[in-house]
DNA sequence: TTGACAAGCGGACTTGAGTCCGCTAATATC
DNA sequence: GATATTAGCGGACTCAAGTCCGCTTGTCAA
C-alpha cells in the first residue's frame, strides 16, 4: 500500500552505476564534511559555495561536479535524515494500521512529525527549496516528491477505508496539505507570525479532521 | 467588518512625504513605464536590473534609490492591479452580503478569483515573493498582507454567523488557504502537476465548503 | 607495463543583484 | 537672483552562484 521511495536509488538516477574513481568518491565525502562543518560554525545561508571550495581544498569546479548546485549539496547533506525519518513513519504507519487507528490519524501524525522535520532542517531544506520545486527533472524535488506520495497514499487509504468525506479532489488536498510546509511560509508562521510549532501542528491535524466531517 | 487596506498609502510608508522632487518623480515614471515595456517584451525573468537602468537612461544606483530590490520594482508594477482587484472583491463582498450569500461562499469566490489573479501576474509575483515573505518590515508582503487581512476577516465573519464548524484556529486556516497561492508552489501545481486553475479553484472551495461541515 | 581516453580537476570567467560614495542640481531662503 | 542645503544621481565596486575549458590522472585493455 505504501510505496517504499529509495531516495538514494532515485538520486543516483537510476540504473548505470559505472565506476566511481575513487578520487571522486574520496572529494565528495571530503567535500560533505567540510560543508558540514562550515554550516555547523557560520549558518547554511551565510556559507557560500567558494568557501566550501576552499576549505575542502579543491576547486570550485570540482564542488560543482560534485554536486550541481549550493541546493543539491545541502539535499546530500539531509539525505540519511531524510531516510531515517522515513524508516520511522512507515515503522509507524505499520504498526498504527496494525493497531487499528484511522488512516487519517496516522495521516495527522505524520503532518506533526513532518512539522518538527522541518523546522529541524529548515536551513538545509530552504536551499533545497530555492534551488527549485519546478525543475522536475533535478532531485531537488524528492523530498516533496515522497511527502506527496506518502500523504496522497494515507489519503487513498483512508478513501478506501470509508473515513473521508465524498467528492474530495485528494491529490489536490495532498498538495494543499503540504503546503504549508513549504519553507517559505513554514517560516514565515514561525518567525513572522510567531505561531509554535504544536500550533502549527494542531492546525494541519485540524483541517485534516475535517476531511472526515461528513455534510450533516 | 472588512478593513479597507489602502495598498498606496502603506507603501508611501504612512505620514510625513515632503517635496518629492520633480526629477525624481519623472525617474521613477520613466523607470515603470520602461521596465514594463522590458518585461513585455523580454519577460520578467529574463530582464535584469542593470539592463532597465540603462534602458532607461538612468545609472543603477539611481534605479536602486527609486525600488528597493527587483521585487520593489514589480510590487510597484502590480499596485493599480492590485488595487482594483481589490476594490471588485470588497464590492462583490458588500453585494453577496445584501443579497444573503453566507460567508464561507463568498471566501470561496474570493479564493477563486485569487486564483485567476495570481495566475494571471505570476511572473511579477514571482519576483515579489523571492524578495521575501519574511522581512516583515518591507513592502514586499503587502499583497499576503491584504490577502490574509480579507481572508482571516470573512472567516471571523463566517464564525460570527454560526457557519463554521467550532474549535478551529481561524488564524492558521487563513495561512493554510492562501498557501497554495504562493507562487512557488502554485506554479508547481500548475505547471509541474499540470492542475489547471479550474482545478485549483475547486480545490480550494473544496476546502472551504469543509470548514462549514458539523461532526455528525 | 604501458598507453589511450574518459573522468576528474581547478580556477579564471560570466552574470546579475545589490552597495557605496563623490559629484550634481532642485528647492527654499535671503 | 544668489546661495546653501540636501536629495538625487551615476557608475564603479563587491559578492556569490554557476559555467567553461584546458590540463591531469585513474582505469581498463592490450
Not at 524508516?87 to 484511522?102: D, H, K, N, S, Y
Not at 532542517?121 to 524535488?141: F, S, W
Amino acid at each position: 500500500m505504501m510505496p517504499r521511495i529509495d531516495l538514494t536509488t532515485l538520486d543516483d538516477s537510476g540504473a548505470a552505476e559505472r565506476h566511481v574513481r575513487a578520487d571522486a568518491a574520496a572529494n565528495r565525502a571530503l567535500i560533505l564534511q567540510t560543508a558540514e562543518r562550515l554550516f555547523a560554525e557560520h549558518g547554511v545561508a551565510a556559507v557560500c559555495m567558494a568557501t566550501i571550495a576552499e576549505a575542502a581544498g579543491v576547486g570550485k569546479g570540482t564542488l560543482y561536479r560534485r554536486f550541481a548546485s549550493k541546493g543539491e549539496l545541502c539535499l546530500a547533506l539531509l539525505d540519511s535524515q531524510m531516510s531515517t525519518f522515513q524508516a520511522e513513519a512507515l515503522a509507524r504507519f505499520r504498526q498504527q494500521t496494525r493497531a487499528g487507528q484511522p488512516y487519517l490519524r496516522q495521516l495527522g501524525d505524520f503532518l506533526e512529525a513532518l512539522v518538527f522535520f522541518t523546522d529541524k532542517h529548515a536551513p538545509l531544506l530552504a536551499e533545497v527549496q530555492h534551488g527549485g520545486l519546478l525543475r522536475t527533472e533535478t532531485p531537488l524535488n524528492l523530498p516533496h516528491f515522497w511527502q506527496f506520495m506518502t500523504v496522497s497514499a494515507l489519503l487513498r487509504s483512508a478513501a478506501r477505508n470509508g473515513e473521508l468525506a465524498p467528492g474530495l479532489d485528494i491529490d489536490y488536498i495532498g498538495e494543499a496539505l503540504l503546503s504549508p510546509l513549504q519553507i517559505d511560509i513554514f517560516r514565515f508562521q514561525r518567525d513572522g507570525r510567531g505561531y509554535t510549532l504544536e500550533r502549527i501542528a494542531a492546525g494541519l491535524r485540524g483541517l485534516v479532521s475535517l476531511l472526515g466531517e461528513h455534510p450533516t
